[in-house]
Structure formats: structure tokens, C-alpha cells
Nanobody
Framework: QVQLVESGGGLVQAGGSLRLSCTVS????????MGWFRQPPGKEREFVAA????????YYADSVKGRFTISRDNAKTTIYLQMSSLKPEDTAVYYC????????????????WGQGTQVTVSS
């Protein structure tokens, strides 16, 4: 069994930055492709970013390209989402997910999910 725990959310003003962390336990994080997703208030969950096992390949939603950076430290079994130039429309609960296949992450079908962390961007 794999457990994911997100942290780092909070309240920030527009234009500010936050770094989210997702700690993986229960199995070696390097076994999984990892992704970040978010669910804005009243909306469905959407893909944000994904990173391959070796961190050699990354994908981003168009809405966050150039502002967000996904990274991973397999030694620390932690995945990060550095968010910059935040906008009010980035307000959401952010989730990390793990999957064997990158295709599953990109299709919003993680094998394991964290409980989420709230990010609120004020205007």
C-alpha cells in the first residue's frame, strides 16, 4: 500500500509563490509516475502537472505552464510543486497522485491519491 501526504498549502496574495510537497510512504516513490491535480470550488478535478519516474519527462496543463514547476527527490521520496505568479483562479484543493503509467496520470486516473491541501489565492 502507498500513502501520499500533501503539505504546503495556504493563503497567498496574487503574484505570490507557494511550494507544495507530497511525501510518499509504503513503497519506493521512484517506482511511480507522479502527478499534481487540483479541484477548484464547484468544479471537477483537473490535471496540473506530471513527472516521470526518473524526472526526465514533465508535463503541464496549459494554464500553469511557465508558472509552476514539478520536481521530485526520490531519495527523500518527495514530490514538489513550485507555484509562482499565482492567480486567484489557481485557488483549489491540490492533490498528488501516483501511478505506474504516465498515461494514467495524464488521464486523471491515479492509482493512489493524497488527501489534498488547500491553496487560496487572494486578489
Amino acid at each position: 500500500q502507498v500513502q501520499l501526504v500533501e503539505s504546503g498549502g495556504g493563503l497567498v496574495q496574487a503574484g505570490g509563490s507557494l511550494r507544495l510537497s507530497c511525501t510518499v510512504s509504503g513503497r519506493t516513490s521512484s517506482s511511480y509516475t507522479m502527478g499534481w491535480f487540483r479541484q477548484p470550488p464547484g468544479k471537477e478535478r483537473e490535471f496540473v502537472a506530471a513527472i516521470s519516474r526518473s524526472a526526465g519527462i514533465t508535463y503541464y496543463a496549459d494554464s500553469v505552464k511557465g508558472r509552476f514547476t514539478i520536481s521530485r527527490d526520490n531519495a527523500k521520496t518527495t514530490i514538489y510543486l513550485q507555484m509562482s505568479s499565482l492567480k486567484p483562479e489557481d485557488t483549489a484543493v491540490y492533490y498528488c497522485a501516483a501511478a505506474i503509467l504516465m498515461a494514467h496520470i495524464r488521464e486523471n486516473r491515479g492509482d493512489y491519491w493524497g488527501q489534498g491541501t488547500q491553496v487560496t489565492v487572494s486578489s
